[in-house]
């Protein structure tokens, strides 16, 4: 069966018998709570599911016909960064075109600083998908404490604390942490409790970047464990990996640690894109210490011979520990001083430079790409995962799937191809191809789990009463395109996307319209 088309069948007007707006017929309804497929249909009136059954076309304004196809939950992403591409891309073509028609976004401990503003210039713009936000742990942390390397004081812990006070009642569904970056990496745990204690008291879930996810992923995942336990928040772990090759194979380990704390009682649940590569900037690379205090501090760090080759012998350290002999590992996605280096790894670079082709002189030229980049985001592509983990992560019933991606402008620069095929790639591969979860199990993971994690209670499920956001596809042919060497590709075999009952994406092309809504958290106060 294929898609080529979608039949609508405008019917004549009959005032009496129109009751619903849209009838999907002849679809395999995959319901999202992970139940077997059953045949039925679904009408839709005012944006919502009306109805489902065996319902009559006379009944309906407009038919789509699903030729069998998979109907289910449209998807929801719980790990994105659009902050910056919403607005510009309002028509979120990539996430559309992959089935996602709601987006989480301020995640990593890096959010829009004033989530009100935020919200009302997505509802000003209209917004194709819908997009509930995070406040994050950085952004809260650079506004009181700039790039600071120490603990926070009294009056500064509070300050924090009435911005995530805020934020919550701005319409914030939880608070993220991204404690790998700056400024989060210098925060300490009691800092992130006292905030995340904030967030319990509104409603919201801990989202984080943990503060390591190679050798010390562990140590990383209990001090997840231990903030939700202290602060009485639901947990997410955002991207659930084994960073490093000397512990691949560590993930039934990593998994295990996750099901003990929700045996004690503690609600823990991760999210995983299904690649084997991440996607992150250069600086991560550097050690955090010689990233504080600013833009300036940072470059004297970096043009001072002594401190330069403290920071070299640092990260080759770190590449002798995570069993790798140079950076050929570290692939440039987007350098905004030279187009002409995306999709080259720092191997390659230095090659085409004329050095030597060691780690040393490598890392010198790390350095380098950030004094010439004058400290601008460089977007890399790492690959640093094996395909077992990542199937041992997929296979764990408590795992959502997301993309950890943002808007993307087609044709620009080499991303990650996670911003085209993530859903696409876990229906394609992982359940068609290598059967490694179930096709309902992996539509629960990315509906009704994760609307069950943010708390979007009319989301997530076909059921009468909820809002119509559905997908339909074709579960022989649905599949990514994009690859790490290609990964402007839209997905293929969706049929139609509904976003509140209207239809974004019919037969592969997103239809322009923007029906969209902002989803507030329970912490959510209407007057400012």
């Not at 406040?135 to 809260?140: F, R």
């Not at 550097?286 to 043009?303: E, F, K, N, T």
């Not at 402007?488 to 319209?513: D, W």
Request: aromatic share 6%.
């Amino acid at each position: 069966m294929r898609f080529s088309t979608l039949l609508f069948l405008l019917l004549p007007t009959v005032a009496f018998a129109q009751q619903y707006d849209l009838l999907i017929r002849n679809g395999r309804v995959v319901d999202g709570t992970g139940n077997p497929w059953t045949h039925a249909d679904v009408a839709i009136k005012a944006g919502k599911i009306a109805r489902i059954g065996s319902i009559p076309a006379s009944e309906a304004k407009m038919v789509i016909d699903a030729k069998n196809g998979i109907v289910a939950p449209g998807f929801i992403d719980v790990h994105t960064h659009v902050e910056g591409s919403l607005n510009l891309r309002p028509t979120a073509d990539n996430f559309l075109q992959d089935g996602v028609t709601t987006l989480i976004t301020g995640n990593c401990g890096g959010s829009a600083p004033d989530l009100r503003v935020f919200h009302d210039s997505l509802k000003l713009k209209g917004i194709s998908p819908n997009l509930a936000s995070m406040i994050g742990h950085n952004t809260v942390r650079m506004k009181v404490m700039k790039m600071a390397f120490r603990e926070p004081t009294v009056r500064e812990q509070a300050e924090m604390e009435a911005l995530v006070e805020q934020a919550m009642k701005d319409g914030a569904v939880g608070i993220s942490t991204g404690l790998i970056y700056t400024p989060g990496t210098y925060a300490r745990t009691p800092e992130v409790v006292g905030l995340a204690k904030i967030a319990a008291r509104y409603g919201g879930t801990y989202a984080s970047h943990i503060r390591n996810e190679g050798q010390d992923v562990k140590t990383a995942i209990a001090e997840a464990i231990q903030i939700g336990r202290e602060a009485g928040i639901p947990v997410e772990i955002s991207h659930f990996k084994v960073a490093s090759k000397a512990i691949w194979g560590r993930s039934t380990e990593t998994v295990a640690m996750i099901e003990a704390a929700r045996r004690e009682g503690l609600d823990v649940t991760v999210d995983q894109y299904p690649y084997t590569a991440s996607s992150t900037s250069l600086e991560s690379i550097i050690p955090s210490w010689a990233l504080a205090d600013g833009d300036s501090a940072v470059l004297a760090r970096l043009r001072d011979g002594a401190t330069r080759s403290k920071i070299r012998t640092e990260m080759l350290q770190s590449l002798k520990k995570n069993l790798r002999k140079n950076y050929e590992y570290a692939v440039v996605a987007a350098y905004p001083s030279d187009t002409t280096l995306n999709g080259l790894s720092i191997s390659q670079i230095n090659q085409k430079r004329g050095r030597k082709a060691n780690a040393e002189t490598e890392a010198d030229l790390v350095m380098e790409l950030m004094e010439q980049a004058h400290l601008k985001r460089i977007q890399m592509v790492y690959h640093t995962m094996s395909e077992d983990d990542v199937a041992t992560i997929l296979r764990y019933p408590n795992t959502m799937i997301a993309s950890d991606a943002g808007v993307a402008r087609f044709g620009s620069g080499v991303p990650h191809p996670r911003a085209y095929g993530t859903n696409s790639r876990v229906l394609g591969r992982y359940v068609r191809e290598k059967r490694v979860i179930p096709l309902e199990e992996a539509i629960r993971r990315m509906t009704s789990l994760p609307a069950q994690r943010f708390k979007l209670e009319d989301r997530g499920l076909l059921r009468p009463g909820y809002a119509a956001d559905i997908v339909i596809f074709d579960e022989k042919t649905v599949g990514d395109q994009a690859t790490y060497d290609q990964p402007h590709a839209y997905a293929t075999g969706f049929a139609a996307v509904l976003v509140n009952g209207e239809v974004v994406v019919e037969a592969g092309k997103h239809t322009g319209k923007r029906p969209g809504m902002v989803l507030l958290g329970k912490g959510f106060v209407e007057a400012r």
